[in-house]
């Protein structure tokens, strides 16, 4: 059963960091890996979608990398802004099911 | 605006009235989904329709009862829920194939009184 882990749960830093969030599935047979951003109380916004054969996708100051072998994609941030605070998911694709498997979230806070 | 249109965006309800969730995708996407979120938990699959076919049902209580009419249109009926089903449901579309994008959309935050 695939299950996924995002770590830290929460994060807070100072603008202009550049930052990293982590995610892990334990399941390594993924067809891809999405990230999306959730600010509260909204919906999900997709940000990167990463194929099993590529190894990373970007997207201005975002950054995804994927590792299937080792069951992690990570997700770089450059340069954080206040306006990057949102909760951050990570969401792989069930393998005999229609249904994306989400982390818990990592929450992250930019002040200025 | 992500293609994916949700109504409404809030909705409080006692627990004897019934009610629908509206769904709807300008995409050209084949699969819609129903995902729900509670509290302090990872978002949790209720419903998949692929071409208007239901594909999954996430064991998911009867009173709740999806509807899908058309592959751009998805609801969502609420009657005799409870408490714990307050909750922001998602609504999400993909071209139905596991290598592609989902998009979501922006909830809908259900207060059961």
């Known amino acids: 059963k695939q299950e996924v882990t995002q770590i830290p749960a929460a994060l807070s830093v100072p603008e202009g960091e550049n930052l990293v969030l982590n995610c892990s599935f334990t399941d390594s047979a993924i067809y891809n890996l999405q990230w999306f951003r959730q600010d509260p109380g909204k919906g999900l916004t997709s940000l990167l979608l990463i194929q099993s054969s590529q190894r990373e996708q970007t997207s201005g100051r975002l950054n995804a990398s994927l590792d299937k072998s080792s069951g992690r994609s990570t997700l770089y941030i450059a340069a954080s802004q206040p306006g990057d605070s949102a909760t951050y998911l990570c969401?792989?694709?069930?393998?005999?099911?229609?249904?994306?498997?989400f982390g818990t979230g990592t929450r992250l806070q930019v002040f200025p | 605006e992500t293609g994916v249109t949700q109504t409404p965006r809030h909705l409080v309800m006692g627990m004897t009235n019934k009610k629908s969730l509206k769904c709807e995708q300008h995409l050209g996407h084949n699969a819609m989904y129903w995902y729900k979120q509670s509290a302090k938990k990872p978002l949790e699959l209720m419903f998949v329709y692929n071409f208007k076919e239901q594909t999954e049902n996430n064991s998911v209580p009867s009173r709740f009862s999806p509807e899908c009419p058309n592959s751009s249109h998805l609801f969502l009926h609420l009657h005799t829920l409870q408490p714990e089903d307050s909750a922001l449901y998602l609504c999400?579309?993909?071209?139905?194939?596991?290598?592609?994008?989902?998009?979501f959309g922006q909830g809908t935050r259900l207060t059961v009184v």
């Open positions: 969401a792989v694709p069930s393998y005999n099911t229609d249904k994306l498997i």
């Open positions: 999400a579309s993909s071209h139905g194939q596991r290598n592609t994008e989902a998009f």
